[in-house]
C-alpha cells in the first residue's frame, strides 16, 4: 500500500513550451501532496504545498505563476511548468501525505526527468 | 530555520564494513527524522523514521538514532553490501512547520566487491 506514481517519468521539451507533470496516490486519499525539485548531486527542495481544493502553498523564491500546481481532487496533484526553459531542467519529485497513524509519514513518487532544450 | 546537514558527502567502502551515516540540524522543535534511500534517477525510498521521543530505530541491517540535545541523527549500516549502494538523505520534520520535511544534502556510498 501506499503508492504514489508521476507522469511521465521523462520529458524533453523546447523551450517556451508548458509541460505538465501528474502525481497520483494510487491506494490512498492525499489531501495534502508536496512538490520538491532536485538538481544533480543536491538533496531536495521544497516548492509548494499542494491541499486539495484550495491554493498551493509556495516556498520563498518559488515563482507561483511560473509552477502551476492544481490538487483538484483527492488522489492527484498536477505540476505544470510554464514557459519552460533550460534552467527550468530538473528532477521534480512529488511526495503524499498519508492520512493515518500520528507519523506524519510522507510517500514518494518515482519522480520526473525535465530537459528543456 | 530549520537547516538539516549531512556527513560525510561520498563514502566509498569495501563489501561488509560496519559505516556509519552522520545528519545534524539545527533546531530542537524537530517531530520526527527520516532517513531516506535514493538510488541514481529514481524516487525517494523511506528507510526508517523516529520519533522525537524515541532514541532510534532499526530495520534489518539498519539502525538510527537520534540525539536532540546534540541535534545529531546517524544511520548505521551492519555488514554493507553493493546494494546498498545508493544516496543517503535525512530529513527533519519540525513541529508546527506545516509538516514540511526539511531536507540534507545526503551522502552517495559506494560498496565495492
Known amino acids: 500500500g501506499a503508492v504514489v506514481s508521476q507522469h511521465p517519468s521523462w520529458v524533453i521539451c523546447k523551450s517556451g513550451t508548458s509541460v505538465k507533470i501528474e502525481c497520483r496516490s494510487l491506494?490512498?486519499?492525499?489531501?495534502?501532496m508536496f512538490w520538491y525539485r532536485q538538481f544533480p548531486k543536491q538533496s531536495l527542495m521544497l516548492m509548494a504545498t499542494?491541499?486539495?481544493?484550495?491554493?498551493?502553498?509556495?516556498e520563498q523564491g518559488v515563482e507561483k505563476d511560473k509552477f502551476l500546481i492544481n490538487h483538484a481532487s483527492l488522489t492527484l496533484s498536477t505540476l505544470t511548468v510554464t514557459s519552460a526553459h533550460p534552467e527550468d531542467s530538473s528532477f521534480y519529485i512529488c511526495?503524499?501525505?498519508?492520512?493515518?497513524?500520528?507519523?506524519?509519514?510522507?510517500?514518494f513518487g518515482p519522480g520526473t526527468r525535465l530537459l528543456v532544450l | 530555520k530549520q537547516e538539516v546537514t549531512r556527513i560525510p558527502a561520498a563514502l566509498s567502502v569495501p563489501e561488509g564494513e560496519n559505516l556509519v551515516l552522520n545528519c545534524s540540524f539545527t533546531?530542537?522543535?524537530?517531530?520526527?527524522l527520516q532517513w531516506f534511500r535514493q538510488d541514481p534517477g529514481k524516487g525517494l525510498t523511506s528507510l526508517l523514521l523516529?520519533?522525537?521521543?524515541?532514541r532510534e530505530q532499526t530495520s534489518g541491517r539498519l539502525n538510527a538514532s537520534l540525539d536532540k540535545s546534540s541535534g545529531r541523527s546517524t544511520l548505521y549500516i551492519a555488514a554493507s553490501q553493493p546494494g546498498d549502494s545508493a544516496t543517503y538523505l535525512c530529513a527533519g520534520l519540525v513541529t508546527g512547520g506545516g509538516n514540511k520535511l526539511t531536507f540534507g544534502t545526503g551522502t552517495q556510498l559506494k560498496v565495492e566487491l
Open positions: 533546531d530542537s522543535a524537530i517531530y520526527n
Open positions: 499542494s491541499n486539495e481544493g484550495s491554493k498551493a502553498t509556495y
Open positions: 491506494d490512498f486519499q492525499a489531501t495534502t
Open positions: 511526495s503524499a501525505m498519508a492520512p493515518w497513524g500520528f507519523q506524519e509519514t510522507q510517500y
Open positions: 523516529i520519533q522525537s521521543s524515541q
